[in-house]
C-alpha cells in the first residue's frame, strides 16, 4: 500500500480515470492505497452507464461492482478500476498536492525512463496475448497489460491494441487524454521504446523488407503488398479514423525513395514540366478536406457468399476517413500553364506514384480533367492526414487525393501529374477497377468495354452489434449503428433500419461533418434503436440502406450487381445477431 | 386516273414517298396513276424490312403485297401504299420533268390555298377517329386521312396524330421529310388551318380559359393544370423529343402577361436589382445544351400498383428530351454582382415563375447556389427550345434549366432570380417534392425534416415492346428498346435486360449524344436483342435496369423505395409480354 490510487470516471465513455503517487514507478511497484477524488480538479463522477453517440458499447458497467484483486502484481489499482465498473459511489478526500503529483506522474507518461529495458516494433509485435503477455507502446513508454485487460471498463477493444500502439485508441476515445489515465498506464511501465520506423531489411531480394511497421488491429487481407482493414466496430466509434487504424491498400510494395531530393513533376503538354518539392507546393494555398476513402472492393467477401468472385477478400472496414491537408492541384495545373484551351483538347489528368512493379512499372491512374479543373471537386495534392505527415503507408510524403472517387484513384508516393489526352496506362486504369455485368465471367472479360470505374455509388453498412453477438430480449430494443456514404460529393440523406426483411423501415439517426453541400466529401455516421419485434426470439437479421441526396439508394440484393471481380458490393448489408432470454 | 403517282420508300423506316402530278388538288381528285420512279433523284428503293435503330416497330413488311384499293377516295394511292408495305420490287420509268412536278406540289404543301374552307384548333381536334373522319394539320393545311392510316407503312402510329398535327411526328420520323410524303399528303387536303394559338376564353372565371392547344398524342393526366405525357413508345424513336410532344407537368394555369415589357428580374442582396428582357439576356454568350428532363413522379402508376400512392398516375413518360438554348445563369449573376465573399454567404438561387395560385404565390423552386455558380454544371436561362422560341406550354419566354436536377426545380415563365440564404419559401419547394421512408404514411409526413429532391437518381424504362404485345416464338428473340438516365451530369455507363428474372442479364447496346464527362444531361437510348428461353410460351416478363457512371444502380423492387408521395420510382422496370407460336 505504499501508492495512493485516485480514482475518477465517467463509466459512460468506458474510461477509468486511475492515478497514482508514485510517477516513475519500476515494475515492480504497483501497489497502491486506492482513495477516490472529491476534489473538483480529481474528482470522480460515477454516472452510471450512458448511451453517448459515439460511446463503444463494452462490458463498462456490467462487471463485479465489488472491488477485488486486479492480478497479482496490480494490486490496489483493481479496486479502482472494479469500483469504477461497478459504478459505485465512493468519495475520499483527497488534497490538491496529490493532484498534482497526478498531474506530473501523467506528464512523464510515454517519456523514456532511464535504466529501463529497451524494446523495439518486434519485441512489443510478439506480445499479444494473455500467452505471450500484452504488450502495448504509448510514445517511448512499453507497458505489460497483461492482467488489466480483463478489468478494462471498456471492454475488450483494448485487445486490439495488443502489440502495438496505445494512440490510435486514445485517438477514438479521448476520454482517455486525462491525467489520470496517463498516469494509471505509467504504473505499468515495463520498459522503453525505440520506433525503429521499418523493419530492417532483412533479404535484399525481398522488395517487401523495407515495410513500415503496422498496427496490430488491423485485419491483414494481403502481407505482400499489404492490404489491412481495421475492425468495422471501431469505425464507428470516432468520425475522423486514426492514421495508425486507416485501411491499407497497397498494390505494390511500399517504395524506397531519396526523400530529401523528392519533386513532384507536372506535366502540361507544349507547357515547361515544373517540379515541386513539398516545401515549394506548401506556398500554394493551403485546403483541408474532411474525406472518406473507400476501396472499390469493400464487402467483397460479402459478394463472395452470393457467388465466388477474384479479389482482396475486404470485409466491410475497406473505408475511412480522414483530414487531407494540401493544396488544389486545380492551382498547380494553373501554375503549370493550363489553358481553357488545354482543357478543351485534353479530358484527363494522370497520376503516377514511385511504387513500382517487377518490371518497373509504376501504379498510376487518371481522373477527367473537368475534375480536377473543377474548383467545387476539392481535388488536392494532399501532405497532411489528421495534421500528421501522410504516413508511409498512405503515400508519404505526397499523396492525390480525389474526394467521392473510389480510394485506387486517389495514387500514393505522388511523383507525376501528367495532362493527356488518354487514360493512364497503368494496369489498374486499363486492366483492373472495371465492373462487369452480372453474368459476365472472369474468362469473358473484356476489359476495354468497361470505363475506369471513378466515384463510388451509395453504401452503408452496419458496423454495430457484430455478426453473431447476442442481444438481450428483456432489452426491448437494439441499439444498431453504422456508417453510411455516397461518392461524387452527394451526402446521405437517410439511412432506414430494418428487422423484418424490409417490410418495415426505421429512420435512423445521422451525423456528419457538417460539410459544404454537393461536397460532401466525408461519411455520415448513424445510430438507430430498432424495437425488438414481439416475441421474437433466436436468430435476427437487421438491415441496412442509405439513400444519398440524389436519391441514389441501394440495391435490395446482389441480383442485379454481382460481378467477378467483385467490386462496389452495395446491396442492402445485413447483420445477422441472436435475440436471447 | 388523271395522275401518276411515283412511289419511292425505304419501307425499313415505315416510310412511303408517294408523290402526284396533280400538284394542288382537291378533295374529290384522287386518282393517280402509279409509276414507281428509278431515276436517281425520284427513285424507289424497296429493301425490305430492316431494323434501325429507331425505326419504329410498327407493322410495315408484314401487310398484305398484293396491290389493291386503297379506301374509296384514294384510289390508286392505296396500290402505291400497299406496294411499299409489300416490299415489291417494280420499276417504271419517270421522266424528269414528273419530279420537277412532285417537288412544286411538295413546296406547296402545307401553304394557305385560296378557295379551300378554313378550319380552327378545335375543329381539327374533333376529327379523331374513324367515326368521326381522322383529321391532321400540317403547317396552314388540314387533311383527311381516314381511308390511308389503315395502310400506313408505319403502323398504326399515324392515329396518334389523329386531331392534330404531323409536324412532331415528322420530326421523330424524319423521313417523312420528302417531296414524295409531301405530295401524298396534298392529296388528302380538305382545307386550311387557322391556329388561333389559344384557346378561346370562354370562361373569365375560369383561370385555365386562356391554354394554350396540346397535341392529341399526349396522355392526360390532368387538364386542369394541364399534365400530360407522350406514350413512351415515341420517346424511343428519335434522340429529341418534338416540343409538341415533350411531356408537360403546369402546377398552375398558364399564365398570361404582358409579353412586350417582360423583363427578369435579378436579385443579388446588397445589390441593385437587374432587369433584362430577353433581347438584352440574348447579349449575353449563348450557350445550348441536350438536356433530359423528367417529373420526379414519373412511373408512380406502377409505384401505386405495389402501394397506393398520392400524386398524379403517371406512366413512364413523363420523361423528354430538347436541346435547350440560352444564356448561362452563372454569368447573369456574376453581371448582377454576385462575389465569391455572397457565395459562401448565400447558400441557394431562388426562381419565381409568372404562374400564380390563387391567392397570388407564385410556383417556385430553388438550388444551391454552388450549383448556378460552378460552371461544369450548365444551368441555363434559356429560350429556346429545339431551336424555337419555348412553346407557352413548357415556359414561354424563358425558364431556367437545371440539367440533371428533377423537372420541378426549370422553373417556367421564369420571372425572378434571387439570391439567397434561403431555399425558396414556394409550395413546390417546402411542401412537395420531397421523399420519405418507406414506412411513413400520408398523415405523418413532416416536410421539415426531409431535403426537397434535386438531382435525379439513376432510371431506364423499356418502351418496346409494349406491355401485353405478343412475341412470335418463331422469331427465337425479342427485340427490347428503351431509355435510361441519370441525374446530376451522370452518364449510363451499362443497361442490362433480363428474361428470367434477374438470373440472367444481357447487356444492350446504347446510344447517347456524346456529351462531355460528367455533364451527360441528355438520356441514353438502348436497344437488345434477347433471346427467348428455350420452349417459352405465354407470359414472359422483361426487365431492364440501368447503372450510371457512378455506378449507382437501380433497386431491384420497391420494397425499400416506396413513398407516400410515389416519387423516384427506379425500380426495375418490367414489361409483360406473350410468346405466342
Redesign the interface.
Known sequence: MSQLLLLGSRVAVGCCRLTRRNLLPTRDSKRFELVVATSTKCNANFEGKQRGFHGHGGAAGEDSSDPGKWGTSSGLLMVGAAAVIGGIGLSALVNSSKCAEKKQAAQSAGKVIKGLPEYNHDDVEKHNSPETGIWMTYKNGVYDVTSFVAHHPGGDKIMLAGGGSLEPFWALYAVHQSDETLALLETLRIGNYKDDERIQKKDVNDPFASEPHRHPALTVNSKKPFNAEPPPELLIDSFITPNELFFVRNHLPVPVFDKKNFKLNVEVPGKKTIKLSVDELKKYKEHTITGTMQCAGNRRSQMSNYKTVKGLSWKFGAISTAEWTGVMLRDVLLKAGLTEEDEAKF?YVQFEGLDKDPNGGSYGSSI?L??AM???RDVLLAYKMNGQDIPADHGHPLRVIIPGNIGARSVKWLSKVIVSDKESPSHWQQKDYK?F???VEFGQLNYDT??P??????QSAICYPKEGSSVDVDEEKVTVKGYAWS??G?GI??V?VSVDG??????AELKDAGQ????VWAWTQWEAEIPIPKDHKGKLDIYC?A?D?????????M???WNVRG??N?A?HRVNVKVVE
Open positions: 479530358a477527367p473537368s475534375v473543377n474548383p467545387y465492373s455485368n452480372p453474368s468497361a470505363p470505374v471513378q466515384e463510388y455509388p451509395v461518392g461524387g452527394r440523406l437517410r432506414d424490409g417490410q418495415k423501415w426505421h429512420v459544404k453541400i454537393q461536397r440502406k439513400i441526396s440524389s436519391h441514389n439508394v441501394q440495391p435490395d440484393t441480383k442485379g450487381i467490386l462496389m452495395t442492402w
